[in-house]
């Protein structure tokens, strides 16, 4: 008996094993799934079938035509190889989050019919030491094999980001897999037809090896799209979209810059959605509006009662928009309303100038002056002891202006220097050990300057509340009874009390 219970555990210990041997090869991968560790991850399309071409990309056509070229060298490449020109052998699409980087690379692979490999930077590395390497090289031999063919790496910089830093530095997995990487971009001659695109919103935190030419030969950069490429990136989503005929394309456009081709495709889809929900037969205008609104600021609440609580938040969204109403240098007021949305108890909307490029310091000194415009109305009108909360988030929007024209743009006493702190980031290998580039006297100096700015911009605000006191308290009272004036309506009663200086409206009200 002592010897059958000897043999029970070795028996149940080679049933288990058995049973998870089984188990494992009836999963995808088969009995040799541990040794796929190796492997690429990266998905394999031997006819690019992504459903999207450069007809279906729109609003971004300085980066497609640099990408028309890439089809053309897989194409036709003997026309670039007859007079001595070498394929590039990577190209590097470079924007914000939502621009359009991987649709221009699945429109690429639509349109160039070839091999198309599609790989997420964070697919590299795993638990195990050396699978990143290993997947890398296993990737290129695979492209080798099917050349000519695509790569396509998103999020490069989770893979790609500077050697030799971090907290721990030496050498970790991340690195091996990036050193491979740039060995294999070497290790192929570029007239193999293997074109390597790559992804990222943060090339600032690239390897420089891997940004030389011979690795990424180009850098695309895709920037949101301005007013025309807003009308574009509408006129595509639109297609399937029941719009009511009183909608105008260029309309909206004018009332989203800034909007990326994802932001004006989640519009779009927003409104649809609420005019399902609205039982609605077309999108109006109504519903482009508030999608606008959700998009920006997120979902409406529910107003408050008339209180107290409800006069207070008038007073203070009527103080930002009437200084933003008559300070020249503002933007001009698009609407003001009490309906919650998101965090936000009220709201006041400014139109900015279509890609404003450059900015100057009275339009600086403006927002600052406009930021403060709503505790500057609490003052007047509840006194110190009822200042709220309210202007958080505007005195911390504020300060931030002020610190960087004194700091970074040299608009201030101080003259024309920049003082602030080139610090790298604690992941890259600095902010560690940096240190003040200025002394203590030059930071105290700082600290005086942006005060100034900040109380003289205070007062400012002030006296424009003060002088125009019969307006804001008409304004509110009408702010109060129908929760939201437009932009043109709160102009035109400003406009019986005082002078109004000219702005160029550039969105039509809609």
């Known amino acids: 008996m002592g010897t059958a219970g000897d043999l029970i555990f070795p028996i149940l210990l080679i049933a288990g094993l058995f049973f998870l041997f089984r188990r494992s090869s009836n999963m995808n991968g088969g009995p040799g799934q541990a040794m796929n560790f190796g492997k690429s991850r990266a998905r394999f399309m031997m006819e690019a079938k992504t459903g999207v071409l450069f007809d279906d990309v729109a609003g971004i056509e300085e980066a497609k035509e640099e990408l028309e070229e ?6 036709q490449p003997e ?6 020109a070498r394929i590039p052998k990577g190209v590097l699409l470079v924007g914000p989050p939502g621009t359009g980087k991987t649709l221009l690379a699945k429109a690429i692979a639509g349109e160039a019919g070839v091999p198309f490999f599609s790989i997420s930077g964070s697919e590299f590395v795993e638990m195990f030491v050396g699978v990143g390497a290993s997947r890398v090289r296993d990737l290129f031999k695979k492209a080798k094999e099917n050349a000519p063919c695509l ?3 998103d999020e490069i910089d989770a893979v790609g980001r500077q050697r030799g830093a971090g907290i721990g530095g030496g050498n970790d997995e991340r690195e091996q897999t990036l050193n491979q990487l740039l060995t294999e971009m070497d290790g192929f001659e570029g007239n193999t037809g293997i074109i390597v695109i790559a992804a990222t919103n943060r090339a600032d935190v690239l390897d420089t090896a891997l940004l030389r030419p011979g690795r ?10 301005d007013l025309k490429g807003r009308i574009k990136v509408l006129e595509v989503h639109a297609r399937d979209k029941k719009l009511a005929s009183e909608i105008s394309i260029e309309v909206i456009a004018r009332r989203t810059p800034g909007f990326t081709g ?7 889809n927003e409104a649809a959605i609420l005019t399902a929900r609205r039982r609605k037969e077309a999108i109006t205008m109504l519903e482009i ?3 606008v609104d959700r998009v920006v600021a997120g979902m409406e609440g529910t107003p408050l009662v008339d209180s107290k609580n409800k ?51 009275s339009q600086l000194l403006a927002r600052i002056t406009g930021a403060l415009g709503g505790r500057a109305a609490e003052e007047e009108v509840f006194g110190d002891a009822e200042v709220t909360t309210g202007a958080g988030g505007d005195l911390q929007q504020l300060t931030g202006i002020a610190r960087q024209m004194v700091t970074r743009y040299g608009m201030s006493d101080l003259g024309s220097l920049s003082l602030e702190s080139q610090e790298g980031e604690v992941f890259l290998g600095a902010g560690l050990m940096s240190r003040a580039e200025y002394s203590e006297e030059v930071a ?3 600290d005086q300057q942006v005060r100034q700015i900040v109380e003289h911009c205070h007062q400012e605000a002030r006296d424009i509340i003060r002088d125009n006191r019969d307006a804001v308290d008409r304004l509110v009272d009408l702010l109060i009874e129908k929760e939201t004036i437009d932009g043109e309506e709160f102009r035109q009663i400003v406009a019986e009390y005082t002078d109004v200086p000219e702005k160029p409206q550039y969105v039509p009200q809609l």
């Open 70 to 75: 890439v089809v053309t060298f897989l194409k």
């Open 79 to 84: 026309r670039f190889t007859a007079v001595g």
């Open 151 to 153: 790569i396509f790496i």
């Open 216 to 225: 990424f030969d180009r850098q695309v950069m895709v920037d949101p799209p």
């Open 262 to 268: 994802a932001d004006l495709s989640n519009l779009l």
């Open 289 to 291: 509006n508030d999608a």
């Open 311 to 361: 006069r207070l938040i008038a007073y203070h969204e009527v103080g930002h928009a009437i200084i933003g109403t008559l300070v020249k240098d503002h933007d001009p007021v698009q609407k003001v309303t009490l309906i919650p949305r998101g965090q936000a108890q009220g709201l006041t909307w400014f139109t900015p100038s279509e890609e404003q490029g450059l900015i100057t310091r």
């Open 444 to 446: 105290a100096r700082i």
